[in-house]
C-alpha cells in the first residue's frame, strides 16, 4: 500500500473508543452536525442525551440542547426544528415513546426527517425495563423508516445512514433507529470513530427546499382537509416509502464508497453461513449474537444452519428477503414481541416474513418463536433449540407446533 493510500485511509477514521451504544449514537449525532436536540430522557436510551450534552460542555460539539418537559414536548420540538430546515434529533424507549404517540404520527405524515433513537423496552405493566420491539414496531404502519442495529459500531454508523435516508428529497420520512435495551444501550464494544471530515462527505447539509417553514416562503403545513385530500396525501407517502428502497441501496453504496466496503447488499439484511442451509433462523437486533454462534456450533456437528439478520423492518425489503428465503427448506422467525388475537397467534415479525414469502414458488416451511420479552436472555442453547424445532419443520405438514414460546417458565 502506497503512503498516500495509507493517509487516505488513515483521514477517514479519527481514532478509536471503548462505547455503549448509547455512546456511540452519541457520536454519531455529533459526527452528524446535528442542529436541535430535544432531551427528556427515559432508560435505557438515558445516556445517549447524557453523553451528548458531555460532548457540547467538553466544547467538542455545537448544537441547540433543549430539556422539555415530557415525551410529547420533546418530539414536537424536533417536528417543529426540523420543519424550519434544522436537522434535529430526539428519542425515547417504551412508555415513553408511546407518550407522544400524537407527536410521531404527525411528524410522519407531515413528511419531515428527524432522526429518533429507540431504546427498545417493554411496555409497562406490570412494571418492566428489560427489552421488548413492541414499542418501536408501534410506529410500522404510520410512514416511518424503521430499522435496528446489532452493535455500537452499526449504532453510530445508522445515525449517519438514517439522516442521509431520511433527508433526501425523494423520501423525507422520520427515522427511528432502534437498539436493544442493556444488551446494547448498554453493551460495550471498540468503536472506529469516523473523521468529522469523512462524516461531512458522506452526509450533505439538511435542506428542506421548497419546504422550508419560512417567513419570507409562506406555506401550509398539516390544513384541515378531511375528505378533500386526504386520500391523496397518503398515497404521497405511500410513494415515499416505496422510493426509499432505492434510496437505502444508494446510501448505502455511497457509505461503502466513503468508509469502504463496510456493508454488502442488498444492505437490508445481511446473511451468515447460509450457503448451503436447509434451515435458517431470521431475526432483528441482539439475538443475531446467539443465533449465529449456535450456527457455527451446529455447523461443526454436521447440520447445514444459517442465520439472516433484518436490519430493515420499515421499508420491508420484500423482494430481496423472498428471493434469499426461498432458497431454504425451513426458516424459523424471531420474535421479540407479542401480537394477541393476531393470525395464528404469531408474532409481528413471522407475519411480515410469511406474507412476504406467499407469492414464492418456493415456499419454505415457516414455524414461529417467541421469546426475550421483558428483556429475558435468548441464550446459545435456546437458538440451538429453534434450529431443532426448524430442521424438524422442513420434514412435516401439519401446522402443530407452529408457535413455541421460547424460555418459558413452567
Known amino acids: 500500500m502506497s503512503v498516500a493510500v495509507a493517509q487516505a485511509k488513515s483521514d477517514i477514521y479519527e481514532g478509536e473508543e471503548l462505547l455503549n451504544g448509547c455512546q456511540a449514537v452519541a457520536h454519531g449525532v455529533r459526527?452528524?452536525?446535528?442542529?436541535?436536540?430535544?432531551?427528556?430522557?427515559?432508560?435505557?436510551?438515558?445516556?445517549?442525551?447524557?453523553?451528548?450534552?458531555?460532548?457540547?460542555?467538553?466544547?467538542?460539539?455545537?448544537?441547540?440542547?433543549?430539556?422539555?418537559?415530557?415525551?410529547?414536548?420533546?418530539?414536537?420540538?424536533?417536528?417543529?426544528?426540523?420543519?424550519?430546515?434544522?436537522?434535529?434529533?430526539?428519542?425515547?424507549?417504551g412508555t415513553g415513546w408511546m407518550y407522544g404517540f400524537e407527536a410521531l404520527v404527525v411528524t410522519a405524515t407531515d413528511r419531515?426527517?428527524?432522526?429518533?433513537?429507540?431504546?427498545?423496552?417493554?411496555?409497562?405493566?406490570?412494571?418492566?425495563?428489560?427489552?421488548?420491539?413492541n414499542d418501536a414496531m408501534a410506529i410500522r404502519d404510520m410512514g416511518?423508516?424503521?430499522?435496528?442495529?446489532?452493535?455500537?459500531?452499526?449504532?453510530?454508523?445508522h445515525v449517519l445512514l438514517g439522516y442521509r435516508i431520511a433527508e433526501d428529497k425523494r423520501v423525507r420520512m422520520p427515522m427511528a433507529l432502534a437498539m436493544d435495551g442493556a444488551f446494547l444501550t448498554h453493551s460495550q464494544h471498540i468503536v472506529k470513530l469516523p473523521s468529522p471530515e469523512a462524516a461531512k462527505k458522506f452526509l450533505p447539509q439538511y435542506d428542506l427546499?421548497?419546504?422550508r417553514l419560512h417567513p419570507d416562503n409562506p406555506i401550509s403545513i398539516a390544513p384541515q382537509i378531511n375528505e378533500d385530500w386526504v386520500m391523496e396525501l397518503r398515497r404521497q407517502n405511500w410513494e415515499a416509502a416505496k422510493r426509499a428502497r432505492g434510496v437505502?441501496?444508494?446510501?448505502?453504496?455511497?457509505?461503502?464508497?466513503?468508509?469502504?466496503?463496510?456493508?454488502?447488499?442488498?444492505?437490508?439484511?445481511?446473511?451468515?453461513?447460509?450457503?448451503?442451509a436447509d434451515a435458517v433462523l431470521i431475526g432483528v437486533g441482539t439475538v443475531a449474537s446467539p443465533g449465529r454462534t449456535a450456527v457455527r456450533r451446529l455447523r461443526e456437528k454436521g447440520h447445514k444452519v444459517g442465520y439472516v439478520n433484518l436490519r430493515w423492518f420499515r421499508p420491508f425489503p420484500t423482494i430481496e428477503?423472498?428471493?434469499?428465503?426461498?432458497?431454504?427448506?425451513?426458516?424459523?422467525?424471531?420474535?421479540?414481541d407479542f401480537a394477541h388475537g393476531s393470525a395464528d397467534d404469531g408474532g409481528i415479525l413471522m407475519h411480515e416474513v410469511r406474507s412476504c414469502l406467499?407469492?414464492?414458488?418456493?415456499?419454505?416451511?415457516?414455524v414461529n418463536f417467541i421469546g426475550g420479552l421483558g428483556g429475558r436472555d435468548l441464550s446459545i442453547a435456546d437458538a440451538q433449540k429453534m434450529f431443532e424445532v426448524t430442521e424438524q419443520a422442513a420434514k412435516r405438514d401439519s401446522m402443530d407446533g407452529f408457535v413455541t414460546w421460547i424460555g418459558l417458565r413452567e
Open 31 to 93: 459526527l452528524a452536525d446535528v442542529d436541535v436536540i430535544a432531551a427528556y430522557p427515559i432508560r435505557p436510551y438515558t445516556e445517549v442525551m447524557d453523553a451528548i450534552s458531555k460532548l457540547i460542555a467538553d466544547g467538542k460539539f455545537d448544537a441547540e440542547y433543549i430539556i422539555a418537559d415530557s415525551e410529547h414536548s420533546q418530539f414536537e420540538i424536533v417536528k417543529h426544528a426540523s420543519s424550519v430546515n434544522a436537522r434535529a434529533f430526539a428519542g425515547s424507549s
Open 112 to 133: 419531515l426527517p428527524p432522526l429518533f433513537i429507540v431504546g427498545n423496552r417493554a411496555l409497562d405493566d406490570p412494571g418492566a425495563f428489560g427489552v421488548e420491539h
Open 144 to 157: 416511518w423508516l424503521l430499522c435496528w442495529v446489532t452493535t455500537p459500531q452499526e449504532a453510530l454508523e
Open 209 to 211: 427546499a421548497e419546504r
Open 248 to 276: 437505502i441501496q444508494d446510501a448505502y453504496k455511497e457509505f461503502n464508497n466513503v468508509f469502504g466496503n463496510r456493508y454488502s447488499a442488498p444492505y437490508y439484511f445481511d446473511e451468515f453461513m447460509t450457503e448451503d
Open 321 to 336: 428477503l423472498r428471493e434469499c428465503l426461498s432458497r431454504f427448506k425451513a426458516v424459523g422467525v424471531i420474535d421479540r
Open 358 to 366: 406467499y407469492p414464492a414458488k418456493n415456499r419454505p416451511a415457516i
